[in-house]
């Protein structure tokens, strides 16, 4: 099968029409103009205080499926604990390169 370059300029400028130019999401600009002038700092201790948050939740739901809360089901806790587990592996992920960033910066010659 050959495909020619004309075609396949045809069937680009044909697709190009069908994407729409103005409708930009507007939650997508308002998070990226709320992320723009924070400081490292602060979106890190979010990060963190958000993975505290889901730490919490996952122990709560365990200790109300302990206690035979009927409202609480296993999956919903299984799922709960796996969101924490990721999301705390994620932020040790961060940690070991920040980590491994200021180690090369530090051994860095003057």
């Known amino acids: 099968m050959q495909i020619s370059a004309n075609s396949l300029l045809q069937e680009m400028q044909s697709l190009s029409g069908e994407i729409p130019t103005g409708n930009i999401n507007p939650q997508i600009t308002q998070q990226i103009n ?3 002038g924070s400081d ?3 979106l890190l201790s979010q990060a963190v205080k958000s993975v505290g948050e ?3 939740n996952s122990g709560s739901l365990a200790t109300r499926l302990d ?3 009927n ?3 296993l999956s919903e806790t299984v799922i709960a604990r796996e969101k924490s587990s990721v999301a705390f592996e994620a932020t040790v ?3 070991n390169k920040l980590i491994e960033a200021y180690k090369s910066i530090m051994s860095m010659p003057v």
Do not use: I
């Open 93 to 95: 992920q961060v940690r």
């Open 67 to 69: 206690m035979g809360d």
């Open 54 to 56: 889901l730490q919490a």
């Open 71 to 73: 409202r609480v089901t």
């Open 34 to 36: 709320n992320t723009s």
């Open 40 to 42: 490292f700092g602060d």
